[in-house]
């Protein structure tokens, strides 16, 4: 079955009970019982509801995965992964993700002994040093937030099978439509599924998808005994959103290619951060792992000062500044002192994550008006 037709049949039957075409939404936390633990095969919605088995089947459907698991938030499901491992246990991820997920690793789980290594994932062989006998999982985003470093998946993915490593993909900037981590050797694929999975910025919720039946297993007890689960009616929502992934990816795709040229030609740009581009260092990765390049790029002002950026930012009248990504509308974000103030500044400032660098989610609108919108504010 092809994606197109996935996203709307995989997994997925009419309501049982009802004949209903679209799954209802099950606003309950608890279910009747014949007898003591004699039940339907539902006892308690922390557990299991009918909506969000519903969503969870077409998780594992869309990205071709065996089991799918609906989490609170991108960093809910996140928390489930690190939640797995012990005290003393090492975990390699990339030098430039999510703020979020840095904070957590480092403010919240290096509290209770997990250790951190942070490396550039441009060069597999970084990973490679960083293992140590105590390394239990290699963590990477590609594309990467906020600067669309393209790792490449395989070559990871390979190496942590040489040392007996789960390695675990944040997916969300590619999502599903472009990329399929666990078809390159991938163990674990988590998405934000407040971003494209849901699409219309509406709902927050996260996302695990797996082969493997232990870790599944693992897995899915953290999520009944930690409790961070998706309730039915975002489950719903993120159902409907999966249903027009395909359609909207592939404007998204378009509207994000046509503005990167655009800005590529800019003269008061500096650099363009969208892995459609040639001139990106990982270009030819982009193109071997991802089905196209998606609606998400950063790009640098030649003026470095804030004040540049800030006027940019303050007079965009298409796209909105606001945090997130992902939604149809077109979003612009200014990682220093949004997504990514969380990461202390010399850190920020060695990858180069500046005043001067500003992000983009392309939505689906017109491309015409997009582009008058940015050389407008790009002429004050």
């Known amino acids: 079955m092809k994606f197109n037709t996935k996203v709307i049949h995989g997994n997925q039957q009419h309501d049982p009970a009802t004949g209903a075409v679209m799954t209802p939404i099950y606003q309950t936390s608890t279910y009747v019982q014949k007898s003591p633990g004699v039940h339907k095969g539902y006892e308690y919605s922390r557990g299991e509801n009918p909506t969000r088995t519903a ?3 077409a998780f594992a459907a869309i990205e071709n995965a065996k089991y799918g698991l609906a989490f609170g938030s991108g960093l809910a499901a996140t928390d489930a992964v690190m939640r797995m491992f012990n005290p003393n246990d090492h975990i390699i991820a990339g030098d430039d993700l999510y703020g979020g997920s840095y904070r957590m690793f480092t403010r919240l ?76 050797g991938a163990d674990i694929v988590m998405h934000s599924a407040t971003k494209y999975i849901g699409g219309h910025s509406d709902l927050v919720m996260g996302a695990l998808m797996i082969n493997d039946d232990e870790l599944h297993e693992q897995l899915k007890f953290i999520q009944f005994a930690a409790g961070a689960i998706a309730g039915p009616m975002d489950s719903f929502l993120a159902l409907r959103g999966i249903k027009t992934m395909a359609v909207r990816l592939q404007r998204h795709c378009e509207n994000g290619k046509a503005i990167a040229d655009f800005l590529d030609k800019h003269d008061k740009i500096e650099t363009v951060y969208y892995p459609g581009l040639e001139s990106h260092p990982n270009h030819h990765i982009a193109k071997k792992q991802m089905k196209d390049f998606g609606g998400m790029l950063s790009f640098r002002l030649k003026d470095k000062s804030k004040k540049a950026a800030l006027t940019f930012l303050e007079n965009t009248k298409v796209f909105t500044l606001a945090e997130s990504l992902g939604g149809v509308e077109s979003l612009v974000n200014h990682p220093v002192t949004m997504t990514h103030a969380s990461i202390p500044e010399p850190e920020r400032n060695k990858l180069g994550i500046t005043d001067s660098l500003i992000r983009l989610s392309i939505g689906i609108e017109d491309i015409e008006d997009l582009i008058a919108d940015l050389e407008q504010a790009l002429a004050l």
């Open 109 to 184: 789980f290096a509290k209770y002994g997990l250790t951190f290594t942070f490396v550039d994932m441009n060069n597999p062989a970084n990973v490679t040093k960083a293992i140590t006998k105590n390394t239990k999982m290699i963590w990477l985003e590609t594309p990467t937030n906020p600067l669309l470093k393209v790792t490449d998946i395989k070559a990871i993915t390979t190496i942590a099978k040489e040392h007996n490593l789960i390695a675990a993909v944040d997916n969300t900037f590619a999502t599903s439509y472009l990329q399929n981590p666990l078809d390159l």
């Open 55 to 57: 969503l969870e089947n």
